[in-house]
């Protein structure tokens, strides 16, 4: 594992944290995904560009884990994002705002992060498709009137 | 604003919104236009519908958010007209582009093609052949430009049913097929009032905390059914004239049953996750926040015509907000009211 890499989600992966928990959704594909706590906790250093280094060390800061198992448990997960096609190679690591070395007080029970695929949403939408034509659309953000997130 | 000049036949522009918005002008003037004046969301949009066929189309679908005030200004003008054979949207194809700033977009859909100003908040539609629009279309008329025109308003059109009592709204969420339609119209027909059974209008207020703030809007009340679904309710609903939506769904109008009651808007309390069991009566348990936003957001964000995110950050807030509940279904729709009225009564 190179601890230098960092990767993002690629641009046609839309994601949300809820609960602790990652929904995953490749609007390429129509397939979803979740991932569960500390996946979740992962997914997000990932969505922020963090190194697999820093990632590491905020686990093994925050988690009942060592640091060989977190690693180990970390490099299998991102082959499986970049397998599933939902990560990219970042061209470079963006640090962290907080420094991972601050050791926090009560750390929480450890369990390795579970990606879990949901591969039928893709045969739903091809059996109903909400309107033909729609993955051909060239989005460009609206004009003036745009209002933004109240 | 001014468009960059555009002369790409796929891509819209100043020019081929100009073209189109005086086609409509000449048929205005050789035929009977109808006005329509309805509120979306508690928007006003006001219709000029050429044509009694047009209006046979677009009625069914929308006449039920009629507004008895006609505004003067209207967040929404919607033109539609009779176009002619060999115009843009006659050959059948499933079409979308938007032009080089963003501020046009067009749609060509079977015997349709709409263009809209989203800048004007103006859209005029050339219909070619009312035959060859295609069952989703013809069920929930004008979706995209309509879904566009709410998301530059900060709302979103999400793939969820949605019933009220007193103003107090259940949300029911779930790919096709696993029971939003049954549910919802099964409580309609229980005497709920009906918003929609697969398509709602999501306003979610952010930085509130509130639940108060996440409310509800009816768009369409055409509803869609498995035949075999439809058998199971006694009270009898009506269809349009036994025609299919999609997938052999039978197509469904609500405004004109005399004892369904559609309202327009309402405050959405529970979210529910329909699924069907062998249990003998309807229950509910509750959900995990993770389960509802999975089973809310793929539907209602894949493959639609405005960007993801924001739908699906404004679901996110709502399931933060609203409690969620698996409801177990039995195979007998009626009592689906019966499990989940006492979420919303006090």
Not at chain 1, 124 to 147: H, K, T, Y
Not at chain 2, 163 to 172: A, I, T
Not at chain 2, 229 to 257: C, D, M, Y
Not at chain 2, 311 to 327: C, E, F, G, I, K
């Amino acid at each position: 594992m190179n601890l230098d890499s960092a990767y993002a989600p690629r641009e046609e992966v839309a994601s949300e944290l809820i609960d602790g928990e990652a929904i995953i959704i490749d609007l390429s594909t129509g397939m979803y995904f979740s991932l569960d706590r500390v996946g979740g906790r992962i997914w997000a250093l990932l969505a922020n560009q963090a190194s697999l280094g820093e990632i590491r060390a905020c686990l093994v800061n925050e988690y009942q884990v060592d640091e060989q198992v977190a690693g180990e448990d970390l490099e299998n997960l991102a082959q499986q994002l970049l397998a599933e096609n939902l990560i990219v190679p970042a061209k470079e690591p963006r640090p962290l705002d907080h420094a991972a070395d601050e050791t926090t007080a009560a750390k929480a029970p450890y369990q390795p992060a579970r990606l879990v695929a949901y591969r039928d949403m893709g045969d739903l939408l091809a059996l109903d498709p909400p309107a033909p034509g729609l993955s051909e659309i060239v989005w460009r953000d609206g004009p003036a009137n745009e209002r933004d997130e109240r | 604003m001014r468009a960059p000049a555009n002369q790409e036949l796929d891509e819209p522009g100043l020019e081929s919104y100009a073209e189109l918005r005086a086609e409509f002008e000449t048929s205005a003037r050789a035929r009977a236009v109808l006005e329509r004046s309805i509120e979306i969301a508690g928007r006003q949009v006001q219709m000029r519908l050429v044509g009694e066929p047009i209006a046979a189309w677009i009625d069914p679908a929308l006449g039920h958010l009629a507004s008895k005030s006609v505004g003067s200004s209207p967040r929404l003008t919607v033109d539609l007209f009779p176009g002619a054979s060999g115009q843009p949207g006659s050959d059948g194809a499933g079409r979308i582009s938007t032009s080089a700033d963003g501020r046009f977009l067009s749609q060509s859909v079977g015997g349709c093609y709409y263009l809209l100003d989203r800048t004007e908040r103006r859209l005029v539609g050339s219909i070619c052949s009312l035959e060859e629009i295609p069952s989703w279309e013809r069920v929930k008329p004008l979706s995209v430009p309509v879904t566009t025109w709410l998301n530059d308003d900060g709302l979103s059109v999400i793939h969820a049913g949605l019933v009220s009592l007193g103003g107090q709204g259940v949300l029911f969420a779930g790919p096709s097929g696993t029971g939003k339609s049954t549910c919802a119209l099964a409580c309609a027909v229980a005497g709920f009032d009906f918003l929609g059974d697969d398509c709602i209008i999501l306003d979610v207020q952010h930085g509130t905390g509130s639940a108060n703030n996440c409310i509800g809007y009816s768009l369409y009340s055409t509803g869609a059914l498995d035949a075999a679904h439809l058998e199971k309710f006694a009270s009898p609903l009506v269809h349009t004239n036994g025609a299919t939506a999609s997938r052999g769904k039978q197509l469904i109008a609500l405004h004109v049953a005399q004892h369904i009651q559609t309202v327009p808007q309402s405050k959405i309390r529970a979210i529910m996750l329909p699924r069907l069991t062998q249990e003998e009566r309807s229950v509910i348990r509750p959900a995990a926040k993770s389960d509802a936003l999975r089973l809310l957001a793929p539907s209602s964000i894949i493959k639609r015509a405005v960007p993801a995110g924001r739908t699906l950050a404004r679901l996110a807030a709502l399931v933060n907000l609203v409690p969620s509940y698996w409801l177990d279904m039995s195979h007998n729709p009626t009592d689906i009211s019966k499990a989940i009225a006492p979420l919303i009564t006090p």
